[in-house]
């Protein structure tokens, strides 16, 4: 059974930047989706970003133009890099790994924007 584990969070003040890794125990094969979502306290989590085998890409409009997702098969990891943090991206971010027969997703980890 595939697992994926995160990485990358922490403690960042506004305008900052963090990226968190994605690592899956196995092979990444294609096809795949993979997406990055976040849950802050008392609301829904919510999908950020993500991408497929073919490279095509998605992000929440409260992201784009500053958080950048990608892919690196040959390492089994993907990243999503953040800048220009805000504190309403603070949140808990998980990867999500899909793909035939697999549905992964990840532990989380904390993300906090504060000065």
């Known amino acids: 059974q595939v697992q994926v584990v995160e990485s990358g969070g922490g403690l960042v003040q506004p305008g900052g930047s963090l990226r968190l890794s994605c690592v899956a125990s196995?092979?990444?094969?294609?096809?795949?989706?993979m997406g990055w979502s976040r849950q802050a306290p008392g609301k829904q989590r919510e999908l950020v970003a993500s991408?497929?085998?073919?490279?095509?890409?998605y992000y929440g409009d409260f992201v784009k133009g500053r958080f950048t997702i990608s892919m690196d098969n040959a390492k089994n990891t993907g990243y999503l890099q953040m800048n220009g943090l805000k504190p309403e991206d603070t949140a808990v971010y998980y990867c999500?790994?899909?793909?035939?027969?697999?549905?992964?997703w990840g532990q989380g980890t904390q993300v906090t924007v504060s000065s």
């Open positions: 999500n790994l899909q793909g035939p027969r697999l549905n992964a």
């Open positions: 196995e092979k990444i094969s294609s096809p795949y989706f």
């Open positions: 991408i497929n085998n073919a490279g095509i890409t």
